[in-house]
Structure formats: structure tokens, C-alpha cells
């Protein structure tokens, strides 16, 4: 069973910065495209950002310039560095990875005040 594990939320200011780590295994990992999606409350999860085993990347509209997804194939980890903070970023942030079948992780909160 893959097995994804989310690390880094938190609580943090407007306008200041945190990194996201998710950890995988049980997978091969170098070949898959890693995401990070988020959930904030009574709202649908959306894609956030994605990166493929070539490190090309895709990111929703309202993070691009300020979010940063990158890959470790090494470690077997995808990050998400995100700047520049906003409280409507507030969430519940997903790492995931699939094709026809997809895994999720449990998630890592974060919560930006303004």
C-alpha cells in the first residue's frame, strides 16, 4: 500500500512563508507525478500544484508566483514552498500521486491569520 505523509503545516502570519514536505513510499517513486492539493472549509479540495518525473510543473492560478513545488527523487519527497501567505490560503493541504489510481495522504493544516 503506498503510503504518503505530510509534514510541515502550521500556523503562520499573513504574508510569511512555510514549506511542505510529503514523504512516499511504497511506490517508485522517480516515475510518478507528485500534487498537492487543499481544502479549506466548506469549500472542494483543489489542485494546488503538480510535478512530473521530468520536474515539468503546474500551478492553480491564485498560488502561481508564490508557491514553489519541487521533488527529491533521493529522498523520495515532493515539497511545497509557499511565500507570501494569505489567510484565504488557509487549509488543509493533501499530498497526492496516482494515475487511474490514485493515493492520498492525511494532510497537514495550515492556517494563515491575517
Known amino acids: 500500500q503506498v503510503q504518503l505523509v505530510e509534514s510541515g503545516g502550521g500556523l503562520v502570519q499573513a504574508g510569511g512563508s512555510l514549506r511542505l514536505s510529503c514523504a512516499a513510499s511504497r511506490i517508485i517513486f522517480s516515475i510518478n507525478t507528485m500534487r498537492w492539493y487543499r481544502q479549506a472549509p466548506g469549500k472542494q479540495r483543489e489542485l494546488v500544484a503538480a510535478i512530473t518525473s521530468l520536474s515539468g510543473t503546474n500551478y492553480a492560478d491564485s498560488v502561481k508566483g508564490r508557491f514553489t513545488i519541487s521533488r527529491d527523487n533521493a529522498k523520495n519527497t515532493v515539497y511545497l514552498q509557499m511565500n507570501s501567505l494569505k489567510p484565504e490560503d488557509t487549509a488543509v493541504y493533501y499530498c497526492?500521486?496516482?494515475?487511474?489510481?490514485?493515493?492520498w495522504g492525511k494532510g497537514t493544516l495550515v492556517t494563515v491569520s491575517s
Open positions: 497526492n500521486t496516482g494515475n487511474g489510481m490514485y493515493y
